[in-house]
C-alpha cells in the first residue's frame, strides 16, 4: 500500500521544493545565544543569531542554567505521569502561583507547550451555544484550537475593530449564550500590537470574554514586562491569557493558561492535552521560577532589547529595504517573493547572520519574508553588522548572472 502513497508523497515534496517553499533545518552544535554554531548546511562555522524567540538573552544565562541544574539533583529529571495521577510537585505549584501573580490574573495552569494550552481551552469551556470570534491572523494553535471546539466561529480581519463589532453583533443577535474574543497580543509574523483596551471595550459592549495570546509579549512588552495586556492598561479586563515559558521566559518549552479562577479550574478537570499529556518537566518549572525572579530586575535587558530593535529598523531603513512599521523586536524584512526570500537568507548565512525566510503556507502566497528577531543579547556592533550583510546579500542578488 505504502508504495503508491510514497509516489504521492514524493510528488509533493517535488512541488514544494520547485516552488520555492522547501524549509530545510539547519543543525547547531552550540547552546541557544546571540551567536550559534552552525554544523551543517550553508556556511559552517560561527555566525549571528537573528531568528530565535531569545528576546531577553536567557536561554542560555548563567543562573537560569544554574538553576536548572539545581533542580534536576532536587526534582529528577522527568514526572512520568500527567498531573492528577502523580505528577504534581511543589515546584510546578509554586511556578502557577507565580505566574498568576506576574500576569495579574487569578489561578494558572501549566502545560506542555502553548500549543497544547490554546488546544485546550476552547473545547472546554464552549460548546454549540457559544459562539468563538477570531482575529483572522491568529496563532495557528488557536485556530486548530477553535476546530476542537462545537462552538460556531467567527471571524474577523486582522485588528478591525469595525469587523471585530460586525462579527459580535452577529453572534449576539444569532443568540450565542457564550461569547468568547480571542486574539494574539503580538502576530508573530507581523510583530503588530493587538489593540486590547479597544477590544475590551467592544468585549464590555457585547458581553463578550476575552483571551490573548501572548507568546510574543510577555517578559518584555509593557512597562513591567507583564504582556500587551500591561502595555494596554486592561489586565484586569482580560479573562484568560495564554502564553509559553519557550520564548522569552527562558526559551526551553511549556506553557500556560492564567485566568478567571473558575476558568482554571473547569480546565484542570475537562482540558484534554493537560489531562492526558505528561507534566512539564520540573527541571523547566524550576528554571522558569529564576527566570521571573530576573524578571523582577529585567529593565536593562528590555532596555537593551528596545534599543537593538529601534537601531536595526532605523538603520534598514535608511538602507532602503521595506520593513514592516512598528517598535517590536520581531522586524519583518519583506520580499515578496518566496525564492529570493530563501536565497537571500542563504547568502546572508554565508555571511555570518543566520536568518529564515517565510513562505507560504506560514505568511500568504507572494508576502514572503525574512522575519528578523532582535535580542537583548545582541550588542550594537551585532545589530550594524546584520545590517550590513542585508545590504551585501542584496548586492550580490542584484548582480546579472554570468553567462
Known amino acids: ?134 482575529d483572522a491572523l491568529n496563532h495557528a494553535s488557536i485556530i486548530d484550537g477553535i476546530r476542537l471546539s462545537k462552538a460556531r466561529r467567527f471571524r474577523y480581519a486582522n485588528r478591525d475593530l469595525a469587523d471585530l463589532e460586525r462579527q459580535l453583533k452577529e453572534a449576539t443577535e444569532g443568540g450565542a449564550r457564550r461569547k468568547l474574543i480571542v486574539t494574539d497580543g503580538v502576530f508573530s509574523m507581523d510583530g503588530y500590537v493587538a489593540p486590547l483596551d479597544e477590544i475590551c471595550d467592544l468585549a464590555d459592549r457585547y458581553d463578550a470574554m476575552v483571551m490573548v495570546d501572548d507568546s510574543h509579549a510577555v517578559g518584555f512588552v509593557g512597562p513591567g514586562g507583564r504582556g500587551t495586556p500591561e502595555l494596554h492598561g486592561v489586565m484586569d479586563r482580560v479573562d484568560i491569557v495564554t502564553g509559553t515559558l519557550g520564548k522569552a521566559l527562558g526559551g526551553a518549552s511549556g506553557g500556560y493558561v492564567a485566568a478567571r479562577a473558575e476558568i482554571v479550574a473547569l480546565l484542570r478537570q475537562r482540558s484534554r492535552p493537560y489531562l492526558f499529556s505528561n507534566t512539564l518537566a520540573p527541571v523547566i518549572a524550576a528554571a522558569s521560577l529564576k527566570v521571573l525572579d530576573l524578571l523582577e530586575t529585567a529593565d536593562d535587558l528590555r532596555t537593551r532589547l528596545a534599543e537593538n530593535t529601534a537601531l536595526f529598523r532605523h538603520r534598514m531603513t535608511e538602507e532602503g529595504f521595506d520593513v514592516l512599521p512598528g517598535d517590536h523586536a520581531i522586524a519583518p524584512v519583506m520580499i515578496g517573493d518566496a525564492t529570493v526570500a530563501g536565497r537571500m537568507a542563504e547568502l546572508l548565512l554565508e555571511r555570518g547572520v543566520y536568518v529564515i525566510g517565510f513562505s507560504y503556507p506560514v505568511v500568504p502566497q507572494g508576502k514572503a519574508r525574512i522575519r528578523v528577531q532582535l535580542s537583548a543579547a545582541h550588542s550594537t556592533d551585532d545589530v550594524h553588522r546584520a545590517v550590513d550583510a542585508f545590504v551585501a546579500a542584496r548586492a550580490e542578488l542584484a548582480e546579472p548572472a554570468a553567462d
Not at 53 to 75: Q, T
Open 1 to 134: 500500500m505504502f508504495d503508491s502513497v510514497r509516489d504521492d508523497l514524493r510528488a509533493t515534496l517535488d512541488e514544494i521544493r520547485a516552488a520555492g517553499l522547501h524549509k530545510p533545518e539547519r543543525v547547531i552544535g552550540s547552546p541557544q545565544s546571540a551567536t550559534v554554531n552552525v554544523t551543517g548546511g550553508g556556511r559552517p562555522g560561527e555566525v549571528l543569531n537573528f531568528c530565535a524567540n531569545n528576546y531577553l538573552g536567557l536561554a542560555d544565562h548563567p543562573e537560569v542554567v544554574a538553576a536548572a541544574h539545581e533542580a534536576l539533583d532536587r526534582w529528577g529529571y522527568g514526572m512520568a505521569s500527567v498531573r492528577f495521577i502523580c505528577g504534581t510537585q511543589e515546584v510546578h505549584k509554586e511556578l502557577e502561583a507565580r505566574l498568576s501573580a506576574f500576569l495579574g490574573q487569578e489561578d494558572t495552569i501549566l502545560y506542555s507547550s502553548c500549543f497544547d494550552a490554546n488546544g485546550g481551552v476552547f473545547e472546554t469551556l464552549l460548546d454549540a451555544e457559544d459562539a468563538v470570534i477570531s
